[in-house]
């Protein structure tokens, strides 16, 4: 039944966008503006995994923790050395992209000179014969990868629903001037949500190097689909992130019914486009809070 | 050998000021933040690369059509983007570069894919075959120094004065009667017609093209150089392509390996770009500020 398989490949592959689009779309939400460099911090969680536990030889929880402490501490280090400075000095938005384009590069060519070139694998979950669900074919760890990003999800949901942090990123997204006149330090919950998204993007690069291949590029094909699906869904929500990255798994893998398989980067772009050009806000984003920028 | 060296260099830096300075006109004049200026610059060297392999058109034409349909391209990313704004726009522009890559990628009936296209060759013009490299340094030197010409008229024109209007305030100009879509796509189609002549540029120097040649680390690399030499200014763009370009030379003397050579290139160009817009983001030259 080729429908199940595309549709389950659909979703494997949401998973992953949406475990990159959520952090990046937590930092938009609160900070407003557009964090390329979270998918150099994904390929940043992967090789920090691969340095732990491969190259020390360390358990691998252990391991996975480690990996996501060390990616937020580099996510502070980041926001306090670039983008401090430039909020400081009134920076547009624009800049600030622009910047998190050259800090994406930089990651990332950190990487290759620290780590080399080639492919590094990750061989804690061994790669068995898929099984069998309606027709389609799913390996098991195909399974924990989608279960996984499924519970960490609902718990991210949780956490900005329920828990007193999670309420005030809320309201410091949803305006910053009423936030501060009610006494919350939008300034720390700014940074505090950088931190955990980028701790987030730590936690993308763990489960994506299960599933693939550990090489230094990794970070921007997954933020250009990350973005993508946070775009679609609605940017400065965190819900209409998940929500878009899984409708951009299914789009692309429904697409390759028609195209060849090649074309998958080129239907989520084409995707992209038409939701800035005519929905910039998203499904879930509300028209308020696409800005204008003031002219 | 030296010589040999200079020469490639000088080229290089040639095709490059003119991808700066045509830059310069969309972001630094027009205040449109285009990050897709690489998709031009590969739409008009696999134009021009294509043609001139498979037809037996003269160069010159070729050389035309390669920056015609570049600045087609540009007007269609014009349209398609008129309504959006700094961040927005950026993230749209970045996303055609994307496009456009993916196509040179996967079209592989056409361009085929990642194997590019080997055998272009050096141009023709009226019987004369520019074949030796100093040949083709000149032959880039008056073709840059056309193209530099002609946008420093074009700047200080009044027609200039309304680029820089359409930038400092769009609605005041949509006040006057100022059509300022129209505007907006011709700055971006005349950017976009010397970002495709330099490809065309590229692609008969280099005799070779892939997409790799058009990737993320290009944009960043002229995003570079326009910042350094400031928004609004032909001579800092001229001058910061040179410098820029320069740098990384320093690094071959140090005889690395290539593993550690590329990346190093890369790190010092982000470097350069995140400090410059930290610390002086009007660039050595720069009259505004980037919005």
Redesign the interface.
Known sequence: MIVVQLFINGIIAGSIYALVAVGFSLIYSTNR??HLAHGGFVAVGAYLLYLFFTLFGLNFYISAILAIIVSGFLGWLVYTL?YI??KK?K?????????S??????L???M??IF??DIKTIKYIQIRKGIEIFGGVITPLQIVIVVLTGILLLLLWIFMKKSHLGKTMRAVADNVDLANIIGINAKKICYLSFIIGTALAGIAGILVALEQNIEPSMG?GLI?KG??GA?IGGIGSVPGSILGSYLLGLVENFGIWFL?S??K??IA??L??IF??FK?AGILGSKGKYE??K? | MIEAYLIHLLIIIGIYIILAVSLNLAIGYTGLLNLGHIAFFGIGAYVSALLSVNTKLPFLLIFIVAGFLASIFGYILMAATNKLKGDYLALATLGFNFVIYSLFLNWTSLTRGPLGIPGIPRPSIFGLIIQSNFAYLTFVAIVCCLSVGFLYLLVKSPYGTLLQATRDNELACKVLGKNTFKIKWQALAVSAFFAGIAGSLYAHYITFIDPSSFSLYEIILILTIVLIGGLASLKGSIIATIIILLIPEILRFLALPSSILGPTRQIIYALILILILMFRPRGLFGKVDLN
Do not use: C, Q
């Open positions: 503006f557009v670039v400075p430039l000095r920076a547009s938005n624009a800049v600030l992209l622009i910047a384009v050259g800090l994406l590069i930089l990332e060519n950190l290759l000179l080399g070139a921007t250009i973005f993508t775009i060849p090649g074309y980067d080129a772009f084409s992209l486009f800035l050009l910039p204008e920028p002219i």
